[in-house]
């Protein structure tokens, strides 16, 4: 019976010798390096690991029959994948290189010529499709308050959608879409719900006088959408869905066709929100906030017929319903499209052509009468050329810039009392890149704007210095910035409702602004630290007056005016960082003073906070290549700010203090096979709940929940 | 190659060129959108205002209202299909009566707070009426009643008389007639001192606590009853003009019902 028990013994035990095989060797970084603590686990099964001692050695026993990878992987370098083969024994070298996958994302805004987002020479705050798709953004502004502090959307008037970024309001801040400008404005901003997350690729943040490239109303910014236009494979379709508290309904369909030299990628979005109340206080600037619906179609089309040319045409409309007054919607719409031809000339040069075309109507919808009244019309006309030279062939050490746009903008408005305006604009840029050595980095550029509307013109002026070496980047620069008064602005004559006019004035100055900002920036591995400070200098800015009457029996009126300077000055410091064992974190304070020096004005915006923070932690684990997850945790903090309200009766203001608050949100998405993808999260996980609400609070009625259902074919 | 050169050269003039036609362009689509027909915005022609249409046989109607001034009281007499603007009294002329003048009042939320009061004359009636409107505020001669039924077409299905429902009178009131709405903004508002029917005046409600106001139609079909024993059925259709000017009132009527 022994004999049994102990032949069975040696069985189990050669069988199970005989199961396993050994892998062993080093891994280490380029530089020869031990990466002592890397992990090194089976591909296939991350239960099978171990990781890497003092000296980068590491052994691991696994089964003999396992025919796949094996893989190691270090905080701050990319993963490596290597073979199995049959041998009994494996010695394995691994060689890590250092991950800097965000930092060689090309970037676009800051120069207008293609850059690594390490050596752009102006700070670009860079947001990827894989921060989009954490975040679950439905639109600009819910990504931009989880992503950007010191960006905080509120409600104007109306319960229309005012934005403050450092400081500068809607109509200082440039939004383009794949860098063309968008028209129409409410309130003095665009409309955010036309800007959704779906087949974006990635968000470009320029901060700060923009205007030496872009012109007017880039004073404050610029916040570039590019959209994707890479596409692999011969046909994709991906399709999403999402439903939360309010009945909260999103939907989009994306599909794409590749096939030689044709790409293109075709979207659909909708969305949908049910008008919910809010915690009544005799105090709230708002009782309800209003539903409605939206629809964006959009096709692009890209032609390559050669590997110099490159054509592009797209083609959108968007639709939007908002039910202020149930029975007489709001309607707003897109129609817009443009041509757009890419010509690498030789090693050199390359220039751009393009035309756009974007005409943003807003119109009533009386429901009784199955009348649909169009009340505004804004139609821009835009094109545009941008040609560069590099001074030598084989680095772009030396690259000059040229271009030029022209716009025709049409505007007719309830807002007028005569009849539609336009006007012509054109411009010239011109921008000098010059590499100095490999340390020091001069971008200067220079542009003319001229308007037809009062022959009115602008030279505006930009330079930056670049300083790099090894994980250091300094930048500092000064960039000129202004805005022309808007059509609106200057031919406005509008009765509101029987209270009082608002005018235009005509005799308008452009608002001009000095921005003067320096940054540092620290990369090491998935470390990425940032610190920048800002002074802006805005003179003449253009809002409007305190209530006036001349005695003239015309009644009360407010009107367009410039004011005297205001310094807006800040900072922001971010760190993020990619931890051991798949945890993300990111963090972002920032500070922003205003300083207005002459008040005088029907203001309705509540300024920017003092201080805010984003926060975001996610922790993202592949269980199985046919499974993953990740849990995503993430907040922000707006401090209180104090201001005035100002009393249209007697012209005085008091003082009201808007009370600082914090929302944070919990995520876990699960990634199945690779193409279906499965979030549920609570939004408020706090339950925080505003009182009053005012005008700058967060629109929450307290803890809100999605469910989001993806599918990619 | 230079032949190549040229083709691209060609290609990029085409966007050119093409830009260049379409930059004249002045916007598109205008179908999809409706023109206001004759909107009725005109206040010169009050002649097309009042009992726009009647059918004696079904005892149905259509009145057309221009209600954008906040300083009269339309009058409306069913028996006679007439019309009568009579202004608002703005100062004292003779004796007080006691409670007519305008209260200006702070508005918060729902509550209000008087500031000041301005007496003035009273109000003015036209000689024959059983109906009055101001904006949306609805003054009858006898009482008001609501009902369940969305439109005047429910109700004649539904068969009912409503000679026993209880029909609610006028009752005074100083916070409801807008006067002077100059000072919207500050929330301080000028109220006539007037009696007003608030079952009838719950047709549209106007809520001014966070400005712009908000409109929301309760939809209903509204009884009167009048002092001379008839009765007339009224549905608000629509409170804007067909350019989407809010004050325009098209009401559909029963009379006598």
């Known amino acids: 019976m022994k004999k049994i028990i102990l032949y069975t013994l040696l069985l189990l035990f050669v069988g199970g010798a005989s199961a396993q095989k050994i892998v062993k060797g080093t891994v280490k970084d380029e530089k020869g390096t031990a990466l002592a603590g890397a992990t090194i686990c089976l591909t296939d099964d991350i239960t099978v690991g171990t990781t890497a001692d003092t000296d980068g050695a590491f052994v691991l026993k696994i089964k003999s029959d396992y025919k796949g990878k094996i893989q190691a992987s270090y905080v701050g370098y990319t993963t490596q994948y290597k073979d199995i083969t049959d041998k009994k024994q494996q010695n394995i070298a691994f060689t890590l290189k250092e991950d800097v996958k965000y930092l060689d994302q090309v970037v676009v805004t800051g120069t207008r010529t293609p850059k690594l987002l390490s050596e752009a020479p102006i700070q670009t705050r860079l947001i990827t499709s894989e921060d989009i798709e954490k975040t679950d953004a439905a639109n600009i502004t819910d990504l931009l308050q989880q992503e950007m502090p010191g960006s905080e959307f509120s409600y104007a008037m109306n319960q229309q959608v005012n934005m403050n970024m450092a400081g500068f309001f809607g109509q200082s801040v440039l939004f383009l879409i794949d860098g063309e400008r968008l028209s129409g404005e409410t309130m003095d901003n665009v409309d955010f719900q036309r800007l959704d997350m779906n087949n974006v690729e990635r968000i470009e943040i320029v901060k700060g006088a923009a205007s030496a490239l872009y012109g007017s109303s880039a004073a404050g910014g610029v916040i570039n959408i590019i959209t994707k236009d890479k596409m692999t494979k011969p046909v994709s379709v991906g399709l999403s869905a999402r439903y939360g508290s309010h009945n909260n309904q999103m939907y989009s369909a994306n599909i794409g066709l590749n096939k030689g030299m044709f790409h293109n990628m075709l979207s659909v979005n909708y969305t949908g929100i049910d008008t919910y109340t809010v915690d009544y206080n005799k105090d709230n600037d708002f009782n309800q906030v209003f539903g409605g619906n939206t629809w964006n179609f959009k096709d692009k089309l890209i032609l390559t017929p050669s590997d110099d040319l490159k054509f592009t045409a797209k083609a959108g409309y968007f639709f939007r319903e908002r039910l202020y007054n149930t029975d007489i919607p709001d309607r707003y719409r897109d129609f817009n499209g443009g041509l757009r031809g890419n010509w690498t000339i030789n090693d050199r040069s390359d220039m751009e052509l393009s035309y756009n075309f974007d005409q943003y109507d807003k119109s009533d919808y009386i429901k009784a009468k199955d009348l649909d009244i169009r009340d505004y019309s804004n139609v821009q006309n835009s094109v545009r050329a941008l040609y560069n030279y590099s001074f030598s062939k084989t680095d772009q050490d030396r690259l000059l810039t040229f271009g030029a746009d022209y716009m025709h903008d049409y505007l007719d408005s309830y807002q007028f009392s005569d009849g539609y305006k336009s006007q012509n604009t054109a411009d010239v840029f011109a921008q000098y890149d010059w590499n100095l050595n490999k340390y020091w980095e001069i971008v200067g550029a220079l542009r003319y704007d001229w308007f037809s509307d009062g022959n009115n013109s602008n030279l505006t002026e930009k330079v930056t210095i670049r300083w790099h070496k090894d994980a250091f980047t300094v930048r500092l620069g000064y960039g000129g910035g202004f805005r022309a008064p808007s059509l609106k602005e200057k031919y406005m004559n509008y009765d509101m409702a029987n209270i009082f006019y608002i005018r235009g004035n005509k005799d308008l100055k452009n608002e001009k602004s000095h921005n003067f900002n320096i940054s540092g920036e620290y990369t090491h591995g998935s470390f990425n630290y940032t610190a920048s400070a800002y002074y802006n200098l805005v003179q003449n800015r253009i809002t409007t007056s305190a209530l006036k009457n001349d005695g003239d029996g015309t009644g009360n009126y407010v009107q367009y005016m410039n004011i005297d300077d205001i310094n807006v000055y800040g900072g922001e410091i971010t760190a993020q960082c990619r931890l051991p064992l798949g945890l993300n974190a990111k963090v972002c304070y920032s500070y922003t003073k205003e300083e207005i020096k002459q008040m005088g004005t029907l203001n309705p915006y509540a300024p920017a906070r003092p201080h805010s923070l984003v926060f975001r932690m996610d922790y993202d684990r592949q269980v199985s290549k046919d499974y993953g997850f990740n849990i995503l945790f993430s907040g922000r903090y707006l401090s209180s700010v104090d201001s005035e309200k100002f009393n249209t009766q007697d012209n005085t203001s008091v003082n009201v203090t808007y009370p600082a608050y914090t929302l944070w949100k919990l995520s876990f998405t699960q990634r199945i096979m690779k193409k279906i993808r499965i979030s549920a999260a609570l939004d408020n996980l706090f339950n925080y709940i505003p009182s009053p609400y005012y005008f700058n609070s967060p629109t929450t009625s307290g803890r809100t929940f999605y469910i989001d259902v993806s599918v990619n074919l | ?257």
């Open chain 2, 1 to 257: 190659m230079r032949e190549n050169i040229l083709h691209k050269c060609a290609a990029l003039l085409a966007i050119c060129l093409y830009a260049v036609i379409f930059s004249s362009c002045e916007g598109m689509f205008d179908g999809i959108y409706d023109s206001p027909q004759d909107s009725g915005d005109d206040t010169s022609q009050e002649t097309k205002y009042g009992f726009v249409s009647y059918d004696s046989l079904s005892h149905k109607g259509v009145l057309y209202l221009d209600m954008t001034n906040y300083k009269r009281w339309t009058y409306l007499s069913f028996k006679d299909m007439t019309l009568q603007n009579i202004a608002i009294p703005e100062t004292l002329t003779g004796n007080w009566d006691g409670h007519s003048g305008i209260s200006y009042q702070y508005v918060n939320g729902k509550e209000y707070t008087l500031d000041t009061m301005i007496k003035t004359d009273a109000q003015t009636d036209a000689l024959y009426w059983d109906l009055a409107l101001h904006r949306f505020d609805a003054r009858v001669k006898g009482g008001a009643y609501m009902t369940d039924y969305n439109s005047l077409d429910e109700l004649l299905s539904s068969g009912k008389d409503f000679d026993n429902a209880e029909f609610v009178s006028d009752e005074y009131t100083d916070n409801q007639v807008m006067t002077d709405i100059s000072s919207m903004f500050s929330f301080r508002i000028g109220y006539q001192n007037i009696n007003c029917n608030k079952v009838l005046s719950s047709w549209l409600d106007m809520d001014i606590s966070t400005p712009p106001p908000i409109f929301t139609p309760s939809g209903k079909v509204y009884i009167l009853r009048f002092d001379d024993g008839n009765k007339a059925a009224l549905h608000l259709d629509s409170y804007v003009s067909d350019s989407g000017v809010k004050g325009y009132l098209t009401i559909s009527f029963i009379y006598p019902y």
